[in-house]
């Protein structure tokens, strides 16, 4: 039986098509696990080789991974939760009720969104937290720990949007509050330092834009729900192929410093 | 400048001005040009059907204002409070303004004198118009804080 697994295995890795996808075989040498990696789209934003320290959880505490898993998850179940949501103000109440009550595994998804969104900020909080404390901001990483904080501002500006997406009393007075800030924008707010002086008022200044009116109404709704399920996600995408990338070129993952100390 | 300097220089130009150009049109976009919002200003009856010393919460559900008849006249508050944002209540019993959010309380003219708020309610433009009821203006405000409700607009004297 396993023999016949094996012979079908081997007749389709030698089939045109499979050769086309695939240009290495599984032949254990350094040079051949090397250009897998390499040759993959995918797998190529990671590092070829990895130090053995770079498997220690102890010291990474392995939080930008798990960020990154629950970024996938809050894809995928925000992509099937967008099939029975409406980001118009008559139906967006609505449509998060039959979600929550009469789609088979609605509950599911939208908790599973509601919770992996909560944990992915604890998550990048945590692993920033562990970069300052390892040091891993420091030289040659700089960069990386900017593209990071770009990072932290996007997941937070996408857990913001989020949240007024349900269109219940506590989204609407959250993000009223949330907004409020905006007037004090320097420069860009009506209520902020010389914005009165540049001639910002409630209906042109940065909130205005942001909202879409002078308060939080349906215009606001399609702005958020635009801003969180295309725009953030996709400058977020493009910044972490810049931050994974970025580890590998910056030396490989941080580690102890073992030239200081006999390990 | 040679031709080769000209069309490079050209060139960028081309590049940064389109850019610049997509960019200003893109943030321009964003800022629309029709409001489905209530208009700022708005009617309010007539002076005589208010009693003295009444706080009038017709106009709340619609425009968030309080309109205060006193001896004097009249001025009307805007229900936001200013701490963060949220609409106050009118509790005649306990004679305040008080928000359900966070707890701040406010006089019934506008002074803050309990939780969190920083400052007192802000007052609105309050005018007659011309068919003689009177006339709220949502967008022109009056600060307590900038000595602002001394200003002719932030009160309507009326006694009859």
Request: with cysteine; proline share 5%; aromatic share 14%.
């Amino acid at each position: 039986m396993l023999g016949l697994f094996d012979t079908m295995r081997e007749k389709m890795q030698q089939t045109e098509v499979y050769k086309s996808i695939f240009r290495h075989t599984y032949q254990d040498t350094q040079r051949n696990r090397a250009l897998q990696i390499l040759d993959n789209v995918f797998l190529h934003l990671h590092p070829v080789r990895i130090t053995r320290h770079a498997t220690n959880i102890g010291f990474t505490w392995g939080m930008g991974g798990i960020t990154f898993l629950l970024f996938i998850v809050l894809t995928i179940t925000g992509v099937i939760l967008m099939f029975y949501y409406r980001p118009a103000a008559e139906y967006a109440y609505d449509d998060m009720k039959y979600l929550m009550n009469d789609v088979a595994f609605g509950p599911l998804m939208r908790n599973m969104h509601r919770w992996a969104a909560h944990a992915m900020v604890i998550t990048v909080m945590l692993h920033m937290f562990r970069v300052f404390l390892t040091g891993s901001y420091k030289p040659p990483r700089q960069f990386n720990w900017v593209v990071g904080v770009f990072l932290l501002t996007l997941t937070l500006f996408l857990s913001f949007t989020g949240y007024l997406l349900p269109w219940d009393q506590l989204a609407i007075w959250a993000v009223t509050v949330g907004t409020n800030m905006a007037r004090a924008t320097p420069f860009l707010g009506h209520e902020g330092p010389f914005g009165a002086e540049l001639g910002m008022r409630i209906d042109n200044d940065v909130r205005f834009v942001l909202l879409g009116g002078t308060q939080v109404g349906p215009p606001t709704l399609l702005r958020f729900y635009v801003l969180h399920c295309i725009f953030l996600p996709l400058i977020g995408a493009v910044l972490m192929a810049v931050h994974f990338w970025r580890i590998r070129k910056d030396g490989g993952i941080s580690g102890p410093d073992v030239t200081s100390k006999k390990a | 400048m040679n031709r080769k300097n000209f069309l490079n220089v050209a060139g960028w130009f081309a590049f940064f001005g389109f850019i610049a150009t997509a960019t200003v049109g893109a943030l321009r976009l964003m800022v629309p040009r029709v409001l489905y919002e209530q208009p700022s200003a708005f009617k309010a009856g007539f002076p005589s059907d208010y009693v003295v010393g009444e706080v009038n919460e017709k106009y709340k559900d619609e425009y968030r204002v309080w309109i205060v008849r006193e001896a004097e006249g009249f001025y009307a508050l805007l229900a936001i409070c200013t701490h963060l944002g949220c609409t106050p209540r009118w509790l005649p019993a306990e004679i305040k303004f008080k928000c359900p959010c966070h707890g701040s309380g406010y006089h019934k003219d506008g002074i803050n004198f309990e939780g969190p708020t920083p400052r007192p309610l802000e007052r609105l433009k309050i005018t007659l118009a011309d068919d003689g009821q009177i006339l709220v203006d949502r967008n022109v405000k009056f600060l307590y804080e900038k000595q602002e409700w001394s200003k002719p607009d932030a009160f309507l004297k009326y006694t009859g």
